[in-house]
């Protein structure tokens, strides 16, 4: 299968190292601006419209018979060809949710060079996480129809849902849902067959996870225990208190401290 070639969203400078950033489903590279705004004085900051979202191409017929396998080839393609033409002295891959689950893969595999890892709320699912996925697909392909129709009123909800979640980047939340490919969600697909000792036990790049407790987390206090457990010292992990899913958007201060400390632990000195 010939990886495809991604949508991506680039600025800064790669005067310390390049960040690339995956995003969750149904969600866009332009969901993940304040990623940008953060990092890009330092880094070089390439958003990634993840395969059949934002301007990415939709899946083809034959990418849809393995859905998250043509995710992840096609954002470590990416990486390989910018790192091949212009290598960072650093290179940080961030992922939330299919995003976290994706970049988990792609450094467990060694699909790219990847020097650092922060897995926000990663969708390293159990079995039974991966069947709700698949059993709620009808469900998820419905709300991406209703905040089509009516994304105004969708964005003013979700900013009294979340008062930390900035307004621009609820823009570019509402503009995935129409963009997604429904094809693709009608799959029900956010991650591999693998386990999550599978897939974190061979990391050996630096890696933060970080996860909350609220009721809509997939790793969670319970995940954190069991992956600490596996004994992978390459792996740390963090939970922030009263964080949802959405990590970074439902308490951003101490999301962003945890990874810019991180990463002057990890990152080379110049």
């Known amino acids: 299968m010939t990886p495809a070639r991604l949508a991506a969203n ?70 390989c060809t910018i790192e091949e033409s212009a290598p960072a002295p650093f290179v940080a891959l961030l992922g939330h949710s299919m995003g976290g689950a994706t970049a988990a893969d792609v450094v467990s595999r060694g699909l790219a060079p990847v020097d650092a890892l922060v897995l926000e709320d990663p969708a390293l699912l159990t079995s039974s996480q991966r069947e709700h996925f698949r059993a709620s697909a009808e469900d998820r392909i419905a ?56 897939i974190l036990a061979p990391i050996s790049v630096p890696t933060l996870l970080i996860t909350g407790d609220g009721d809509d987390v997939l790793i969670g206090p319970g995940g954190i225990e069991e992956i600490n457990a596996m004994g992978n010292a390459a792996v740390e992990t963090l939970l922030i208190p009263s964080a949802r899913h959405c990590v970074r958007h439902s308490t951003p201060t101490p999301f962003y401290a945890a990874v810019d400390a991180f990463f002057a632990r990890v990152a080379p000195s110049k």
């Open 10 to 79: 680039i600025s800064g400078t790669p005067s310390k190292g390049r960040i690339y950033a995956l995003h969750g489903v149904t969600d866009n590279a332009a969901s993940l601006s304040d990623i940008s705004a953060r990092w890009s004085s330092d880094y070089e900051v390439v958003l990634i419209d993840a395969l059949g979202h934002g301007c990415s191409p939709r899946f083809t017929p034959t990418q849809l018979e393995d859905p998250f396998e043509a995710l992840v080839s096609s954002a470590a393609s990416l990486i």
């Open 143 to 198: 709300r991406c129809d209703e905040v089509t129709q009516w994304m105004g009123r969708e964005i003013d909800i979700l900013l009294k849902d979340y008062p930390q979640w900035s307004p621009s980047e609820a823009g570019g939340w509402a503009q995935g849902k129409a963009q997604v490919d429904r094809n693709f969600l009608a799959r029900g697909v956010v991650s591999g067959s693998r386990s999550c000792e599978e």
